[in-house]
């Protein structure tokens, strides 16, 4: 059973940066799929960005294209993502999910592992 622990969750100002960390155990993550969602109070959960097990694709919510970046470290088991130029609205929880060798979709329903999330809060 693939098990994830996002971290590095916690208080931006606006514009400022965060770093993300998804480790698995488990099993590796050389196989799967690793997507980042975030739910904020009040709304559904969506897709922020995922890469395909040989990191050679990403994708990103229109939101955060060109803000935030996936990337990962098989050799560390461990998926990370990079978010710049941070607002108010990614004010939520965000969570990794992971597939084996799924496409990046984005849903999270495709996403059958999921760790238990780590609180981003952008606020002045």
């Known amino acids: 059973q693939l098990q994830l622990v996002e971290s590095g969750g916690g208080l931006a100002q606006p514009g400022g940066s965060l770093r993300l960390s998804c480790a698995a155990s488990?099993?590796?993550?050389?196989?799967?799929?690793i997507g980042w969602f975030r739910q904020a109070p009040g709304k559904e959960r969506e897709g922020v960005s995922c890469?395909?097990?040989?990191?050679?694709?990403?994708s990103y919510a229109d939101s955060v294209k060109g803000r935030f970046t996936i990337s990962r470290d098989n050799a560390k088991n461990t998926v990370y993502l990079l978010m710049k130029s941070l607002k108010p609205e990614d004010t939520a929880i965000y969570y990794c999910?992971?597939?084996?060798?799924?496409?990046?979709?984005?849903?999270?329903?495709?996403?059958?592992?999921w760790g238990q999330g780590t609180q981003v809060t952008v606020s002045s």
């Open positions: 890469i395909i097990s040989s990191g050679d694709s990403t």
């Open positions: 488990g099993f590796t993550l050389e196989y799967y799929a």
């Open positions: 999910a992971g597939v084996l060798f799924g496409l990046c979709t984005l849903s999270p329903t495709d996403f059958g592992s």
